[in-house]
């Protein structure tokens, strides 16, 4: 049976599969469509994993600073309306410093890949608690601070994009 367009063959259970070949595009125009989505890809990489950077980094240098913000967010009662979520404060400095490693982590091309899945790891998970923290938080159930988000789906964005990024080369 010859190819004729998008799909050939007789269909499910059958014995000559399913021919996928886009029969309209030479090797050109075929040639042409994978480096454009190469070069999306590239784009969705590189900004996805510039926003989760800010964040990571903004956010590292915001616990260092040991700002009043921070340390009553760490305690277990609200004041001057600041959000309070109950964490030890002894977490501020070891999660600052894990979020400014991570985001070297990930930038950087000596890191070898195990560390770098382990950066994307932390940061996941890091970031997954974080949304828990504040739609679970015990000390004000009207808590609607929800940044923790956008980084989320940026690194999960960034991970996929590096995936595709590394089978490609």
Not at 67 to 88: D, K, Q, Y
Request: proline share 4%; charged share 15%.
């Amino acid at each position: 049976m010859e190819s004729s367009g998008f799909y050939s063959g007789s269909g499910f259970g059958s014995d000559e599969g399913i021919d996928c070949r886009l029969s309209f595009l030479t090797e050109e125009d075929g040639a042409q469509v994978i480096q454009a989505v190469m070069k999306l890809n590239n784009i969705l990489y590189f900004t996805s994993t510039g926003i989760l950077t800010f964040f990571l980094v903004s956010g590292g240098l915001v616990y260092l600073s040991g700002s009043e913000r921070i340390l009553v967010a760490f305690s277990n009662e609200m004041t001057n309306e600041h959000n309070a979520i109950g964490f030890p404060a002894w977490l501020i400095t070891p999660m600052a410093i894990l979020k400014l490693s991570g985001a070297v982590a990930l930038w950087l091309p000596i890191v070898p890949k195990w560390l770098r899945e382990w950066a994307y790891a932390g940061i996941f998970f890091n970031l997954l608690f974080a949304i828990g923290a504040h739609v679970f938080n015990p000390i004000n159930p009207n808590d609607t601070d929800l940044i923790a988000i956008l980084p989320f789906a940026m690194v999960i964005v960034s991970r996929i994009t590096l995936f595709r990024r590394e089978a490609d080369s």
